[in-house]
T-cell receptor
Framework: DTGVSQDPRHKITKRGQNVTFRCDPISEHNRLYWYRQTLGQGPEFLTYFQNEAQLEKSRLLSDRFSAERPKGSFSTLEIQRTEQGDSAMYLC???????????FGSGTRLTVV | AQKVTQAQTEISVVEKEDVTLDCVYETRDTTYYLFWYKQPPSGELVFLIR??????QNEISGRYSWNFQKSTSSFNFTITASQVVDSAVYFC??????????????FGKGTKLSVIP
């Protein structure tokens, strides 16, 4: 297993378009997280899955955002009707047990023009 | 509420100097975890260390060392004999049970370290 994979690495989209990102976690990790990082800031938590169940969502996750993790494996994060303020790096992380280290993917950098 | 403060926004040092990155956290929980991550220009977050709230032993790993002091709610990171490859943004993060079992990470704003040759 080579770690957490995210696709695409970069995405440029026009305002108002929908975009979808994919995350493939480490296979034995049942916990998966999405974070968003804007320039000059630390990553901010968006949402958490344990297996296929989405157990927690941040207030940052507006109605235009939706995340899924069918079958408890890969996850997708969709942003509908993108806005310029959505431009950021979207990071996915996975881990096994509470307190274990989190493994992050390389992220998807979204630019909304 | 969780909060992590990294007061140093940017630090520049000359190669081979020692440098300490500060981290102060706030939490009401007795059980929590503290982390340091490195983010080089490539963007990927690289895990450096995890420490749980019951283990106040300092740790050394090569040129890296960490000083965890619960009395001052600090978890500082020291790089000895810095190298150019240490140039990156370093994040301190706190993890505790939010109630939903997520143990999500709350990050500080990061400290950008530049090591000048």
């Amino acid at each position: 297993d080579t770690g957490v994979s995210q696709d695409p690495r970069h995405k440029i989209t026009k305002r108002g378009q929908n975009v979808t990102f994919r995350c493939d976690p480490i296979s034995e990790h049942n916990r998966l997280y999405w974070y968003r990082q804007t320039l000059g800031q630390g990553p901010e938590f968006l949402t958490y899955f344990q297996n296929e169940a989405q157990l927690e969502k941040s207030r940052l996750l507006s109605d235009r955002f939706s995340a899924e993790r069918p079958k408890g494996s890969f996850s997708t994060l969709e942003i509908q009707r993108t806005e310029q303020g959505d431009s950021a790096m979207y990071l996915c992380a996975s881990r096994g047990l509470p307190g274990d280290g989190y493994t992050f993917g390389s992220g998807t950098r979204l630019t909304v023009v | 509420a969780q909060k992590v403060t990294q007061a140093q926004t940017e630090i520049s040092v000359v190669e081979k100097e020692d440098v300490t990155l500060d981290c102060v956290y706030e939490t009401r929980d007795t059980t929590y975890y503290l982390f340091w991550y490195k983010q080089p220009p490539s963007g990927e977050l690289v895990f450096l260390i995890r420490r749980n709230s019951f283990d106040e032993q300092n740790e050394i790993s090569g040129r890296y060392s960490w000083n965890f002091q619960k009395s001052t709610s600090s978890f500082n990171f020291t790089i000895t004999a810095s190298q150019v490859v240490d140039s990156a943004v370093y994040f301190c993060a706190l993890s505790e049970d939010s109630g939903a079992g997520s143990y999500q990470l709350t990050f500080g704003k990061g400290t950008k370290l530049s090591v000048i040759p």
